[in-house]
T-cell receptor, first 115, second 115 residues
């Protein structure tokens, strides 16, 4: 009964391939996020969806495309993978994007390695 | 823009030592402040939070006080344990328009506690 679950946990692939990472939350939250953590542990927001609507799209290459089929799911599809995409990708959710003191609930991350 | 600055790690302490991890922030409004902890191989977990000036967040022996005058939210623990070894992230809630609710993270501070 994991609150925020991501699959796969590890993903190793070659440059140029297309891959997807799936995320599901069973907390009933309205807002979901994708964060990227680089090799130095720096975390940066990529996308945020609220009730299936894209809210935040930070300066991310358009090779990255989030898809939210319903408010419990936010998948991340990456086209034409590059070496620099290697990182740990975290999905997160929160009850309502407007609540400043609402904490984020994170998944355990997907470690993507592009060779 | 809003930002968070944390002390650089890694920090190595002996068990039962006193811990301080410094965090300062820059924000145009009155953000909520958070400390998250990331144990090896896991996602981030909320450790504590404070939503307004002079609030003290506390959890598991950790404390941090929201200091508006010094724009700081330093994390402290009186006696660390080996099990506290993790990466600690300071964060603030983004208040920019459509980014409301998103968290802006510091770069993380790795703590290693030796027996």
């Amino acid at each position: 009964d994991t609150a925020v679950s991501q699959t796969p946990k590890y993903l190793v692939t070659q440059m140029g391939n297309d891959k997807s990472i799936k995320c599901e939350q069973n907390l009933g939250h309205d807002t979901m996020y994708w964060y990227k953590q680089d090799s130095k542990k720096f975390l940066k927001i990529m996308f945020s969806y609220n009730n299936k609507e894209l809210i935040i799209n930070e300066t991310v290459p358009n090779r990255f495309s989030p898809k939210s089929p319903d408010k419990a799911h936010l998948n991340l599809h990456i086209n034409s993978l590059e070496l620099g995409d290697s990182a740990v990708y975290f999905c997160a959710s929160s009850p309502d994007r407007g609540l400043y003191n609402s904490p984020l609930h994170f998944g355990n991350g997907t470690r993507l390695t592009v060779t | 823009g809003d930002s968070v600055t944390q002390m650089e790690g890694p920090v190595t302490l002996s068990e039962e030592a006193f811990l301080t991890i410094n965090c300062t922030y820059t924000a145009t409004g009155y953000p909520s402040l958070f400390w998250y902890v990331q144990y090896p191989g896991e996602g981030l977990q909320l450790l504590l939070k404070a939503t307004k000036a002079d609030d003290k967040g506390s959890n598991k022996g950790f404390e941090a006080t929201y200091r508006k005058e010094t724009t700081s939210f330093h994390l402290e623990k009186g006696s660390v344990q080996v099990s506290d070894s993790a990466v600690y992230f300071c964060a603030l809630s983004d208040q920019r328009g459509r980014s409301q609710g998103n968290l802006i993270f510091g770069k993380g501070t790795k703590l290693s506690v030796k027996p």
